[in-house]
Nanobody, 121 residues
Framework: QVQLVESGGGLVQPGGSLRLSCAAS????????MNWYRQAPGKERELVAR????????NYADSVKGRFTISRDNAKNTVYLQMNSLKPEDTAVYYC??????????????WGQGTQVTVSS
């Protein structure tokens, strides 16, 4: 059974930092590109960051470049999102996603349940 379990969300003041984690199980994590998405109230879900299966290539939304860093530990089946210099507009539910087996070339769509991040003074 595929599971993606996010953790690390919470309430933080503007300018603060949070580190999100996503623990994966039920599939071969090291083969998959991994993503972090977010969805703010009344807005569509947006892709925040992406990392390839071996971690060699990362991509970011323009709104978070220079502030957020995606990384992964394939030995721990975990992907992370380090968020620095947080702004109120970063407030959203953050979701972990696995969408592509880079070794077999198979597309899929696994989602976690999300973790709330609130940036407010």
């Amino acid at each position: 059974q595929v599971q993606l379990v996010e953790s690390g969300g919470g309430l933080v003041q503007p300018g603060g930092s949070l580190r999100l984690s996503c623990a994966a199980s039920g599939f071969t994590f090291s083969r998959y590109a991994m993503n972090w998405y977010r969805q703010a109230p009344g807005k569509e879900r947006e892709l925040v960051a992406r990392i390839t299966s071996a971690g060699g290539i990362t991509n970011y939304a323009d709104s978070v470049k220079g502030r957020f860093t995606i990384s992964r530990d394939n030995a721990k089946n975990t992907v992370y999102l380090q968020m620095n210099s947080l702004k109120p507009e970063d407030t959203a539910v953050y979701y972990c996603n696995a969408d592509y087996d880079m070794i077999l070339g198979i597309r899929t769509d696994y989602w976690g349940q999300g973790t709330q991040v609130t940036v407010s003074s």
